[in-house]
């Protein structure tokens, strides 16, 4: 593999378009607004400018990478016939997910493995929108994607060896750790890590402690480098719903419905980093955050 087409310039997007290219890959990157295209190669460029202010790589090095991407508002006008991979890193909407992969299967040529980033909609799902189900895979990485080391590789129910082995040696290639899971709701990380972020909204929910005793709780007695509230914040609030009411569709199991405070928070809009205010208060001009007011004693 050489050529490959990243669709999304997204937070997710973008860093896996500099990781690839980081590692010499021809990359394309594609989304359907230029603005978010000039966005996301500003913030690969800060990225990379930090980097080079670390002594982690060279500015020649930098320089690199930005030449190994390119940019496109159109699938069709992008080239995307010479990808070997296309990764994709669309909003976690299962419709919309469905609908490019329709045009992907149509676009790309037969050899080329198509793989999505989706954090919890099922592989086999996206699979049925193709016509080589066998050559369909979850590459799910972790946010911020140049830095976290794992890579949950996911295998639908078609999968096949040979796309998944190359989808392996990829990974490493990349410099990251490859897990190997099979598609089922949340797969492994979030079918985890999800119902502790609920069961930590339920505690809060019911009294037992306030925002910062939770989180410091599971910062110094379980080692976690954040708690698990400021981390939902981080992830999204929307975004752990959705992954939550995945998790409770799929399994039908009770344990994995959505705390009611969750969902009203969702509701009114209090999503986290992206709106300013979850759990914690954000302000663009600081790093410190401060517990929301709903939460304060």
């Known amino acids: ?70 940019t496109h508002t159109s699938l069709e006008n992008s080239g995307i016939e010479q990808a070997d991979l296309v990764v994709e890193a669309a909003t976690e909407n299962p419709d919309i997910k469905l609908r490019i992969f329709t045009t992907l299967d149509k676009l790309c040529k037969p050899e080329a493995i198509l793989a999505s980033n989706t954090s919890s909609i099922s592989i086999t799902k996206i699979a049925t929108a193709t016509q080589r189900p066998e050559q369909v895979i979850g590459m799910h990485f972790f946010n911020p994607v140049p830095i976290m080391k794992l890579v949950e590789v996911v295998r639908g129910y078609a999968t096949n060896d040979t796309t998944t082995n190359s989808i392996v040696e990829l990974t490493k290639k990349l410099n990251k750790t490859p897990v190997e899971v099979n598609d089922y709701p949340g797969f492994i990380s979030n079918r985890i890590l999800m119902p502790m972020i609920n069961e930590s909204v339920y505690a809060l929910f019911e009294g037992v402690a306030g925002v910062q005793e939770i989180d410091t709780v599971m910062k110094l007695g379980m080692a976690h480098p954040m708690g698990p509230l400021l981390l939902a914040d981080f992830i ?56 929301a007011d709903a939460f304060t004693k």
Do not use: Q, W
């Not at 890959?25 to 930090?50: C, G, H, P, Q, Y």
């Open 1 to 70: 593999m050489k050529n490959v087409t990243v669709i999304g310039a997204g937070t997710m997007g973008n860093g896996i378009a500099h990781l690839f290219a980081m590692h010499n890959f021809t990359v394309t990157l594609v989304d359907l607004s230029e603005t978010s295209l000039e966005k996301a190669m500003a913030t690969i460029t800060k990225n990379l400018d930090r980097m080079v202010a670390k002594e982690k790589i060279d500015t020649a090095a930098k320089m690199a990478t930005l030449n190994n991407i390119t």
């Open 236 to 291: 999204g609030l929307d975004v752990c719903l959705f992954i939550l009411r995945v998790l409770h569709d799929g399994l039908g199991n009770p344990k994995y419905a959505p705390c009611p405070l969750l969902v009203n928070m969702v509701t009114a809009g209090k999503l986290g980093c992206k709106s300013g205010e979850g759990f914690y208060k954000y302000n663009k001009d600081s790093k410190d955050v401060v517990v």
